[in-house]
């Protein structure tokens, strides 16, 4: 079984900066890509920004200036650099992995984390 543990998540003002992080732990070969999505209270999740694992980098066109992902594939870890945070990113932010289990079959599954709160106040 595989696990995705979030970190980071807080309150903070608006124009502040917080760094969320994400290790992935439990029966893994490999990891394709890791990322962050976000669920506002109302709203549908949403993706914020994903890394594979040759480090290019998707994001979000909200963030995209913004944040930053940057990936760690020795750690099996990602994380997300916020900065300059509105009102508007308020959120449970979401760690997802796109997992290789097993070598044999050539598992591969998406697995999330129990989510992050995110809030950002004006």
């Known amino acids: 079984q595989v696990q995705l543990v979030e970190s980071g998540g807080g309150l903070v003002q608006s124009g502040g900066s917080l760094r969320l992080s994400c290790a992935a732990s439990?029966?893994?070969?490999?990891?394709?890509?890791m990322g962050w999505y976000r669920q506002a209270p109302g709203k549908q999740r949403e993706l914020v920004a994903t890394?594979?694992?040759?480090?290019?980098?998707n994001y979000a066109d909200s963030v995209e200036g913004r944040f930053t992902i940057s990936g760690d594939n020795a750690k099996n870890a990602v994380s997300l650099q916020m900065n300059s945070l509105e009102p508007e990113d308020t959120a449970v932010y979401y760690c997802?992995?796109?997992?290789?289990?097993?070598?044999?079959?050539?598992?591969?599954?998406?697995?999330w984390g129990q989510g992050t709160q995110v809030t950002v106040s004006s």
């Open positions: 997802n992995g796109i997992i290789v289990v097993s070598p044999g079959s050539r598992t591969i599954s998406e697995y």
């Open positions: 439990g029966s893994i070969f490999s990891i394709n890509a």
């Open positions: 890394t594979a694992r040759d480090g290019s980098t």
